[in-house]
């Protein structure tokens, strides 16, 4: 299982990114996928979540309007898009396989850093 996460950077409150997640090693299209993210000092938090085939998708209630999550089981890739970013949304992103209620903590790849501040 490789998951390889891209897209993090340093951005003003307010600002967007886009994360990606390019999976292999596995069997795509037979996982949801999910983001989850970890802040300095504190544990992994679930973030947002795609059902295997796109169809059906899930976010925590402090990400609800501004985040939006997607793949492409063509490519193997997961990306979320990312809105109206806070300075609370400041973490390590990564993505797992599983959804919110099942997802594999220690299958993650490096993480992709997200720092939002002024």
């Known amino acids: 299982v490789q998951l390889v996460e891209s897209g993090g950077g340093w951005v003003q409150p307010g600002g967007s990114l886009r994360l990606s997640c390019a999976a292999s090693?596995?069997?795509?299209?037979?996982?949801?996928m999910s983001w989850v993210r970890q802040a300095p000092g504190k544990g992994l938090e679930w973030v947002s979540g795609v059902s295997h085939d796109g169809s059906i998708t899930y976010y925590a209630e402090f990400v609800k309007g501004r985040f939006t999550i997607s793949r492409d089981n063509a490519k193997n890739t997961v990306a979320l898009q990312m809105n109206s970013l806070r300075s609370a949304d400041t973490a390590l992103y990564y993505c797992?396989?599983?959804?919110?209620?099942?997802?594999?903590?220690?299958?993650r790849g490096q993480g992709t850093q997200v720092t939002v501040s002024s």
């Open positions: 797992v396989r599983g959804l919110r209620w099942n997802f594999e903590p220690n299958f």
């Open positions: 090693g596995f069997t795509f299209t037979m996982y949801g």
